[in-house]
């Protein structure tokens, strides 16, 4: 019943930025959690922050200090600024969205089809 739509992903140098959304479909009544993780060729997938519908942010040791989850409740998307990247940074980034949708409230859990963002040095 809901969806995610993920946009912004591309390669960058060294101490480049990028900034991705993700924006959520459906007859959704509220969205009170969002997260962005990402997976790197060869490794599991982690969590690189996360935030509430009363503005709690989160952040991964290795991105706090660069990067900065933001959102806009009117259009039902998530951000994710991104500065000073490495080629750490590099992998699939995954959009996580949960909520209560429908006339019943029932809940979601959606996630988005990820974004590949690339950094060279």
């Known amino acids: 019943q809901v969806h995610l739509v993920e946009s912004g992903g591309g390669w960058v140098q060294l101490g480049g930025s990028l900034r991705l959304s993700c924006a959520a479909f459906g007859s959704i009544f509220t969205i009170y959690a969002m997260g962005w993780y990402r997976q790197a060729p060869g490794n599991q997938r982690e969590l690189v922050a996360t935030?509430?519908?009363?503005?709690?942010?989160n952040y991964s040791d290795s991105v706090k200090g660069r990067f900065t989850i933001s959102r806009d409740n009117a259009k039902n998307t998530v951000y994710l600024q991104m500065n000073s990247l490495s080629p750490e940074d590099t992998a699939v980034y995954y959009c996580n969205q949960r909520g209560l949708y429908g006339l019943d409230r029932n809940h979601f859990d959606a996630w988005g089809q990820g974004t590949p963002v690339t950094v060279s040095s």
């Open positions: 935030t509430t519908s009363g503005d709690n942010p």
